[in-house]
């Protein structure tokens, strides 16, 4: 895995084991998801007849989410960050990505189209995690804020290192 990632070939997202600050803290290395580091190759790892649904019919079918996702940790890492994910041991709460914002711990959630994000809203409104007061929802749809939920468009998740450089965040307010 470490030869992978050396090579640039794969990005590895460790999981916490409690979205808390410091990440670093809280990272268990001996559980995490592997990403493609070019989502391109991925697509080019399926099939023929599977490529042709991505490429020319657009149908991206059950795993349009994974490629989603792959393709925000390419943006993720690709712009400086490091990937971190959650998951809840015994429960379906799970985050995609979690990234340091200042003093904040920022859930990102990547959605296929622009569905409810259930993991976001218990993390943001529950109390034991006093690290994070808002996320990020990427989505296929437009810009907006909503009860602590910044929902921008999938394409701009290559912004979201500036974005939590930002110590101001202003539309929190």
């Given at each position: 895995m470490e030869?992978l990632?050396?090579?640039?070939?794969?990005?590895?997202?460790?999981?916490?084991?409690f979205?808390e600050?410091?990440?670093a803290a809280?990272l268990d290395?001996?559980?995490f998801k592997?990403?493609?580091a070019d989502?391109?190759?991925?697509?080019?790892?399926?099939?023929a007849?599977?490529?042709?649904?991505?490429r020319i019919r657009?149908?991206?079918?059950?795993w349009k989410?994974?490629?989603?996702?792959?393709?925000?940790a390419?943006?993720?890492?690709k712009s400086?960050?490091v990937?971190?994910?959650?998951?809840?041991d015994?429960?379906t709460?799970?985050?995609?990505?979690?990234?340091r914002s200042?003093?904040?711990?920022?859930p990102?959630e990547v959605?296929?189209?622009?569905t409810?994000?259930?993991?976001?809203?218990?993390?943001?409104?529950?109390?034991h995690?006093k690290d994070?007061?808002?996320?990020?929802?990427?989505v296929k749809?437009?810009?907006?804020?909503?009860?602590?939920?910044?929902t921008?468009?999938?394409w701009c998740?290559f912004?979201?290192?500036?974005?939590?450089?930002?110590?101001n965040h202003?539309f929190?307010?």
């Amino acid at each position: 895995m470490e030869w992978l990632e050396d090579a640039g070939i794969v990005n590895v997202c460790k999981v916490m084991d409690f979205p808390e600050l410091p990440v670093a803290a809280h990272l268990d290395a001996t559980r995490f998801k592997l990403y493609m580091a070019d989502s391109g190759l991925l697509v080019s790892m399926l099939d023929a007849e599977s490529q042709e649904d991505v490429r020319i019919r657009r149908n991206l079918g059950t795993w349009k989410g994974g490629l989603f996702e792959n393709i925000v940790a390419e943006a993720i890492v690709k712009s400086g960050a490091v990937p971190a994910y959650y998951k809840k041991d015994n429960s379906t709460l799970e985050m995609d990505f979690l990234l340091r914002s200042g003093e904040n711990l920022v859930p990102v959630e990547v959605k296929a189209g622009n569905t409810k994000a259930k993991s976001m809203r218990m993390l943001i409104d529950g109390s034991h995690y006093k690290d994070i007061r808002w996320g990020v929802k990427l989505v296929k749809g437009n810009v907006g804020f909503n009860e602590g939920v910044l929902t921008i468009p999938q394409w701009c998740a290559f912004f979201l290192k500036r974005l939590m450089k930002d110590e101001n965040h202003e539309f929190l307010t």
